[in-house]
């Protein structure tokens, strides 16, 4: 078989056509020591050396533990049915496996997530999946601008900050304006929020619990929201819908978030999906694919592709999204995940989550750590009496990987995010609190690991 | 395949039925034959300002998703809203109760230039 399809004919014939000379005269804008460099690639290993080479690089890895690292990804306990189940070759090696009544098994899966989905967040339509949460935010705004014609978005800074530099990567070239809404103390004050709504407005989208970890009051804030004819945007952490309140229960038209907490690991950030659920009047807009059910021939339940004319294949330039793939995969993890669970289970593990993350609070107050107090569920603020990344650097060194820093754009000064699952122990916490108190107390002796310029840069930043 | 005298039309598909200065549009009986299944109307809102050759509405199909074009210039004073909940009227009834929208013509000469059934049925054959 014919890789690579083009014959030197081929070749020749098209550039003719678009009158260049050859196929490096293609690359000619580039640098000239671009071209062709001299890449130190070493000489191929046989299978034992590079086994070892592999396991000695594999060694090098720090696995966090505990789950004490929050702030948009989390380490949730994932039974081993999940990946048991959801690698299995059939699910694994269909690159994109969409052909239309032939993936009977993939189809029914995707169906069965979606279900699951709709359930979790009470909004009755469920798209396949998206890449991950931040891609979700940001389709759901277009969505809204589609839905609405309108072109601001007014979106509050407790979104995760990488789905809001997302959003505006998509939205920038649309001439659709973002207003960013600046949290009051620790969340979305939906007085201000309101100071910034007009007939001009499609959305407005609030995370909850919010990027520091905090609840927002989604139900006053979607309200506010609908006076001026906008849609409200939740963007959820799925896994604390198990006992929170249903974006639907509040009025969100759209919830959108990243569901690697549902099943995932956490390698190198991921991999992740993102989730989208609406409501059945925005069924036409949704982006991504939609897996139904229906009958075959013979009268038996069956599974397709639905309502694929607002998809880019039919609809060419005037499709709903570009988007035309999705995180299959990671999908199903999360599927199998919350099917072994159940209801029951997921309550369990968000309940215990938010417990251990309280436990932890108030364990660091009792050692006079400064906790940001607020309703919170499983995440939270704890302010550092040095720079944050240091902080992290120095419980490294303790081996605890935890303390993702807060942005200097949230005026909370010197700031780590904390968070605690179902998976953190009794002395993952002790080691924490410890470790912490430790390196908090210890500013004064180690004044000198933190130049004055440095500190000026980061609160200028 | 019907195509009734008493309307105009275009290559496009649509078909007008004149009454004064207001036109009655929807697609013709050949248009949603070839379609298929009609499945949603997306359709414009009233009081729209549109323009001859405008693309104002969308039929979906199971299998494609097409654009209606505006016959004439005008602004939309009625829309079928019907078609929402039962897009099938345009399968079954092209030229009765699958009609989509009216426009109130601005510039009356437009309709000199669509085409009569049996010109439209020419068209039709071609394709």
């Known amino acids: ?461 | 395949m019907e195509t009734p005298e008493h309307l105009k039309y275009r290559d496009t598909h649509e078909w007008s039925k004149v009454d004064g200065d207001v036109i009655t549009v929807g697609i013709t009986d050949f248009a949603q034959d070839a379609l298929g299944d009609v499945v949603f109307v997306e359709l414009p809102e009233v009081g729209d300002e549109v323009a001859l050759g405008d693309s104002i509405a969308v039929v979906e199909s199971v299998k494609t998703a097409s654009d209606i074009y505006a016959p004439a210039s005008g602004e939309i004073t009625e829309v079928n809203s019907a078609l929402e909940s039962s897009p099938e009227q345009v399968n079954e009834a092209p030229y009765g109760d699958g009609w989509m929208f009216k426009i109130r013509l601005s510039d009356l000469s437009q309709l000199d230039t669509m085409i009569d059934a049996a010109t439209y049925d020419d068209v039709a054959e071609a394709e």
């Open chain 1, 1 to 461: 078989m014919h890789y690579l399809p083009h014959t030197p004919e081929d070749i020749a014939h098209m550039l003719e056509v678009i009158g260049v000379d050859s196929i490096d005269a293609l690359f000619a804008d580039m640098p000239q020591a671009l071209h062709n460099p001299n890449i130190n690639v070493p000489a191929g290993l046989d299978e034992v050396s590079l086994l070892n080479h592999l396991r000695d690089l594999a060694a090098k890895n720090q696995t966090p533990t505990g789950g004490l690292l929050g702030g948009g990804t989390r380490q949730h306990f994932i039974p081993s049915v999940t990946p048991h189940l959801a690698m299995q070759s059939e699910f694994v090696t269909a690159y994109t496996p969409y052909q239309p009544e032939v993936a009977q098994g993939l189809l029914q899966a995707t169906f069965e997530y979606q279900s699951m989905m709709a359930e979790l967040t009470g909004l009755p339509i469920s798209n396949a999946s998206m890449y991950d949460g931040a891609s979700s935010v940001a389709e759901a705004a277009l969505l809204a601008v589609r839905q609405t014609k309108r072109k601001r978005v007014v979106v509050s800074t407790g979104v995760h900050p990488e789905a809001r530099e997302v959003m505006a990567t998509y939205l920038k070239p649309l001439d659709i304006a973002i207003s960013e809404v600046n949290l009051e103390q620790l969340t979305t004050s939906t007085d201000v929020i309101s100071n910034e709504l007009g007939d001009d407005v499609a959305c407005v989208i609030v995370q909850n619990p919010n990027f520091l970890g905090y609840l927002e009051t989604m139900p006053t804030l979607a309200e506010a929201t609908h006076d001026v004819g906008a849609l409200f945007i939740a963007v959820v952490d799925p896994l604390s819908l198990a006992v929170l309140a249903s974006p639907a229960e509040y009025g969100a038209d759209i919830a959108v978030g990243d569901g690697q907490v549902l099943g995932n690991p956490t390698n190198f950030g991921g991999p992740s999906f993102g989730f989208m659920t609406v409501t059945d009047a925005l069924l036409r807009q949704l982006p991504g694919r939609i897996v139904g059910e229906t009958t075959d021939v013979d009268g038996k339940r069956a599974f397709v592709l639905t309502l694929q004319a607002r998809e880019q294949h039919i609809r060419r330039s005037k499709a709903k999204s570009n988007i035309c793939s999705n995180h299959q995969l990671a999908a199903l993890m999360a599927t199998v995940n919350m099917a072994a669970l159940g209801p029951q289970g997921l309550v369990e593990l968000a309940t215990s989550s938010v417990r251990a993350a309280h436990t932890l609070a108030n364990k660091l107050e009792a050692s006079s750590l400064n906790v940001l107090r607020g309703t919170f569920f499983n995440e939270f603020v704890v302010q550092t009496n040095r720079p944050a990344t240091d902080v992290r650097r120095l419980l490294a060194e303790h081996n605890i990987h935890a303390g993702v820093p807060v942005s200097p754009s949230y005026g909370l000064g010197d700031a780590i995010i904390l968070a605690a699952t179902e998976l953190t122990q009794d002395d993952d916490i002790i080691n924490l609190v410890d470790a912490l108190s430790e390196i908090d107390a210890n500013i004064d002796a180690n004044q000198v690991d933190t130049p004055v310029e440095k500190v000026l840069e980061v609160a200028h930043d």
